[in-house]
């Protein structure tokens, strides 16, 4: 019995992530309610607040679900080292986009963590959870691109500093391009070539 409750508990919480997201995706956060989640989930207010104790906990759970599995990889490999930095690098650039191209739930909360939040009010402390997040990113990205330094994989025209940051603004871009303008271009194609001669450019 108790494990029964626990998965209804649990299958609770997906169903308001899941209206959560299809509102905040149509009409923007700020625009959304409490009140219209639970209405879209089918549950009561209580129950929302059962699993969240505001707006802002809900948003940043969403965001939690859409984790790439590549972020871990990249906080491991930042940790324990890599063999071959740059071909780990360009293998995940590459993977992402696969992803990304193939999942109509990740492009829906990046499209809302990117064009349907005003981070102002209440919303701010979801802000400063991600700018605190990016942060934590391009400093793993920075020890994977100086190992490649190190190691003498890095073109030496290159800092690690700066790979690391054209790398992520590169990335962050392709991504923001295609969701903010309606998938106008083919990102997978697009983007692999963008990749492949950045990595060109940084091996030495």
Known sequence: MARKTKAEAEGTREKILDAAERLFFANGV??????????????????????FSDKVDLFKALHER??????DIIERASIEGHPDPLG?????ALDCLKIITTDARRQRVYAILLFRCDYV???????????????AMRARLLRIFTMARDDGSLNPNWTS????????????????????????????SVGAKCIEELFVSLRA
Do not use: C
């Open 161 to 188: 500093d700066v790979a690391a940051r054209v790398f992520d603004a590169m990335m962050r871009g392709l991504w923001a391009d295609w969701l903010r303008y309606g998938q106008d271009f083919n990102l997978l």
């Open 30 to 51: 700020t625009e959304t309610s409490l009140e219209r989640i639970a209405e879209e989930a089918g549950v009561t207010r209580g129950a929302i607040y059962w699993h």
């Open 66 to 71: 859409s984790r790439l599995p590549q972020e």
């Open 88 to 92: 780990l690098m360009e293998q995940i």
């Open 121 to 135: 009010g209440e919303m701010a402390e979801a802000l400063k959870r991600q700018q605190d997040a990016d942060a």
